[in-house]
């Protein structure tokens, strides 16, 4: 008869990926890599290869290749911002009061389509 193991304590992680690996500004980075999905699901819908994004967001290739991977240590949250005007997007960034339930504000990105 087979021995039935203790079961492993399960650790619900929060919204934030970053934040639960204890990642220096978790916001941000999870700002970023949501921005990321959205272009490269632009360039996805679209059917761009990567010279012809590249053209578009005024950057080379290579640098459309480490988008696409989420290699987004080289690009601001600002310069995405810019890559989604370049492909004919709006963003619109919106600050309010945060609720009184938090004690630190929050960043999030929302896509409305």
């Known amino acids: 008869m087979a021995k039935k193991r203790a ?3 399960v650790e619900y992680g929060s919204d934030n990926i970053f934040a639960d690996l ?3 500004n978790p916001e941000e980075h999870l700002a970023k890599a949501k921005l990321a999905m959205q272009i490269v699901e632009i360039i996805r819908q679209r059917s761009l290869n990567q010279t012809a994004a590249a ?3 005024g950057i080379d290739q290579p640098k459309v290749s480490a988008l696409m991977r989420g290699q987004l240590k080289n690009f601001s949250l600002d310069r995405l911002c ?3 005007n370049h492909l004919d997007m709006d963003v619109d ?3 309010k009061n945060k609720p009184r339930s938090r004690i630190h504000g929050e960043t999030h990105i ?3 389509r």
Do not use: M
């Open 7 to 9: 079961a492993e304590p």
């Open 22 to 24: 204890d990642f220096a």
């Open 55 to 57: 053209a578009i967001l």
């Open 82 to 84: 810019r890559f989604l």
């Open 93 to 95: 960034i919106v600050v």
């Open 110 to 112: 929302l896509t409305v």
